[in-house]
């Protein structure tokens, strides 16, 4: 059974920081591209940043420069620095994986259960 379990949301001010964290764990073969999600109430979930195994990275354009992806493969972890934050900002924050659980299976996504992440002075 594969987990992804999301860390670090909470609430913080206006210009303020937070740096999510996504952990997989469980059995699989290799986790390929790694993405955040988010998904304000009344809306639609988008994406926010995604990276590859290569650590090739893109960004939404509301993020960009601010919002940062990393992942330590070593750790099948990934991070989401997230600098400046506005109201905005505020939503669930879910964490995509897109792996493979056995060699010969083909490839499938997977989603953590969400973190809530206020921004509001």
């Known amino acids: 059974q594969v987990q992804l379990v999301e860390s670090g949301g909470g609430l913080v001010q206006p210009g303020g920081s937070l740096r999510l964290s996504c952990a997989a764990s469980?059995?699989?073969?290799?986790?390929?591209?790694m993405g955040w999600y988010r998904q304000a109430p009344g809306k639609q979930r988008d994406l926010v940043a995604a990276?590859?195994?290569?650590?090739?990275?893109n960004y939404a354009d509301s993020v960009k420069g601010r919002f940062t992806i990393s992942r330590d493969n070593a750790k099948n972890t990934m991070y989401l620095q997230m600098d400046s934050l506005k109201p905005e900002d505020t939503a669930v924050y879910y964490c995509?994986?897109?792996?493979?659980?056995?060699?010969?299976?083909?490839?499938?996504?997977?989603w953590g259960q969400g973190t809530q992440v206020t921004v509001s002075s």
């Open positions: 995509n994986a897109n792996l493979r659980r056995v060699a010969w299976e083909r490839r499938s996504d997977y």
């Open positions: 469980g059995s699989f073969f290799s986790i390929y591209a």
């Open positions: 990276i590859s195994r290569a650590d090739s990275t």
